[in-house]
């Protein structure tokens, strides 16, 4: 279950205050101050952990305490610093003040670590402050409090391919195709409910990740649907594999199918139509080997698509799918400059 959104409150530990005390031991009538720091409080601080790939865990946990720090002891003794909460999360989260809504980290590197709520100093004890003049002080300072905050976590998946298309395009079957994801597949729109990962390898130990989004409809990008809820997924992928069924059963037209896919990435964001796009025909075991051609060419030209990012496969008889990962190798790989943005003419 792929959970994408959460709310968390941490709290780092307060500083140990400092301690007010003077020696006193046989033969050293005037041993004079000795108090000592109090120890530092313990920081919160969130972890990428490359294993994880959901924020399910925090649907069960939303409150991370640091511990406080100690007071500090006689006889100059510095008080124990307060440990740290880590707190591990995915790649590709991105973490917000809830309060402010500013950006405090975006989380893309395996093990990258972010105090989110640094612990409080802690205070001084009277030996600090004894000096010539000032032989037996007995002030000392309190430690800083805690920082307490409520933070928004919001996940967006880390993937080399994005799979779009319309529902039934054939994109949970392609998904189990390419890698070993068991997505769920049905004969009825919106199968995928949530985003699906998946590995794809290929020969020389070479991996690329695959992200199976839930099928786009028209009016997605104003919340139509179910695509809405995760076209921000896409962002993150390095190319997208358009699939567009050239067979459709309610008759539609793959070309205005096509579009409407098209229409809604640029509208949730421009960038979407810069990224470098492979339109792939699937279900081409459909189509009479004769038809292929003209079908493929007759898509290709009214949609404007380069000869060399249009790819013919089957998801269902693995027809294609080996150039198919090759090509999303090469441009994940290369990052190669995208063509520009192509749409039916007229």
Not at 196 to 207: F, T, V, Y
Request: charged share 30%; with cysteine; glycine share 12%.
């Amino acid at each position: 279950m792929l959970v994408d959104r959460a709310r968390i409150v941490v709290r780092s530990g307060k500083g140990g205050d400092g301690c007010s005390h003077m020696r006193r031991e046989k033969a050293m009538p005037k041993g004079g101050p000795d108090g000592g720091d109090g120890g530092r409080g313990g920081d919160v601080v969130l972890w990428v952990d490359p294993h994880l790939d959901t924020l399910l865990q925090f649907k069960f946990a939303g409150h991370f305490f640091a511990k406080d720090g100690e007071p500090g002891q006689s006889k100059s003794c510095t008080g124990a610093d307060g440990a740290d909460c880590v707190v591990a999360v995915p790649p590709g989260t991105l973490i917000y003040d809830l309060q402010t809504e500013e950006l405090l980290a975006d989380l893309t590197e395996p093990n990258a670590r972010v105090v989110v709520a640094p612990g409080g100093r802690g205070g001084l004890g009277n030996e600090r402050f004894k000096s010539a003049t000032h032989q037996a002080p007995t002030e000392r300072t309190l430690g800083e409090p805690a920082v307490e905050r409520e933070l928004r976590l919001e996940l967006k998946l880390l993937a080399d391919v994005g799979l779009v298309g319309l529902p039934n395009a054939g994109k949970s079957t392609m998904l189990g195709a390419l890698t070993r994801a068991e997505a769920k597949v049905g004969a009825y729109p919106f199968t995928t409910i949530s985003p699906q990962l998946g590995i794809a390898e290929l020969p020389g130990e070479r991996r690329l990740v695959i992200a199976d989004l839930p099928g786009l409809i028209e009016g997605a990008a104003e919340g139509a649907g179910l695509g809405h809820e995760f076209l921000r997924h896409i962002e993150r992928t390095r190319v997208i594999l358009h699939l567009v069924d050239v067979a459709p059963l309610d008759g539609s037209d793959p070309v205005t199918n096509a579009e409407v896919i098209r229409g809604e990435l640029e509208a949730f964001s421009p960038e979407l139509s810069r990224k470098p796009e492979l339109l792939v025909f699937n279900k081409i075991d459909l189509v009479p080997e004769e038809d292929r051609a003209k079908l493929v060419n007759r898509i290709g030209n009214a949609l404007r698509v380069p000869k060399d990012r249009r790819l013919v496969v089957s998801g269902a008889t693995g027809e294609g799918l080996r150039p198919m990962l090759e090509r999303c190798w090469e441009l994940a790989d290369r990052r190669e400059a995208p063509v520009a943005g192509w749409r039916r003419e007229g």
